[in-house]
Each structure stands twice: as structure tokens, then as C-alpha cells.
């Protein structure tokens, strides 16, 4: 059973930092075809922050963090993380976790998220 588990959100002021993380478990990296972070304010979509490819690390960004955030993994740890810095209010969010595989079919994994909110 695939397990995504986020950690380090947190009350932050505008223009500091989090790192948040995602530990995985059932799988290991090499299995997930891709790793992601998403987030969701209220009344909002969840919308994609940023993922990277398992094979080549090829990352993606949405153009609302790029040059703020970014994305990494440690394969050993079974690990995906997210630096954020600089940070607006408007990034204040439910933050998930996502991977997916390919076997016969597509499947989706997610976390149960990790709030973070930006305020002075």
C-alpha cells in the first residue's frame, strides 16, 4: 500500500521560508513514474506547484513560484521536498503531496496535506 505523508507546514511571515516534505512508503522512487506538490486555498481548484520526472529529474513549475520554490528528492531517504522561499500570502494553501505509476493502468497517490499559511 503506497503511503505519502507530508511534514513542515507551518504559520510563516511574507518573504520567509519552509521547507516541506513528503516521505513515501509501499514504493520506492524508481517506481513512480512522477512526484509532485499541489496546493488548494478555499473555494479554490487545487492547482499543480511544481513535479519533477522520476527518469531525468526534469522539473515543471507553475510560472506563480518560479524562481521561489523548488522541488527535490533523496532516493535513499524515499523522499520528495519543497523549498520555499520568499513567500507571498498568496501562497497560503493546503499543500499536496502526488506520485504516480504505470502499471496496467494509471495510479494516483496523495497525501492527506500540510497547511501553510503566510501572514504578518
Known amino acids: 500500500q503506497v503511503q505519502l505523508v507530508e511534514s513542515g507546514g507551518a504559520l510563516v511571515q511574507p518573504g520567509g521560508s519552509l521547507r516541506l516534505s513528503c516521505a513515501a512508503s509501499?514504493?520506492?522512487?524508481?517506481?513512480?513514474?512522477?512526484m509532485g506538490w499541489y496546493r488548494q486555498s478555499p473555494g479554490m481548484e487545487r492547482e499543480l506547484v511544481a513535479d519533477?520526472?522520476?527518469?531525468?529529474?526534469?522539473?515543471n513549475y507553475a510560472d506563480s513560484v518560479k524562481g521561489r520554490f523548488t522541488i527535490s528528492r533523496d532516493n535513499d531517504k524515499n523522499t520528495l521536498y519543497l523549498q520555499m522561499n520568499s513567500l507571498k500570502t498568496e501562497d497560503t494553501a493546503v499543500y499536496y503531496c502526488h506520485a504516480n505509476s504505470l502499471g496496467t493502468t494509471w495510479e494516483n497517490y496523495w497525501g492527506q496535506g500540510t497547511q501553510v499559511t503566510v501572514s504578518s
Open positions: 509501499g514504493l520506492t522512487f524508481g517506481s513512480f513514474y512522477s
Open positions: 519533477i520526472r522520476t527518469a531525468g529529474d526534469t522539473t
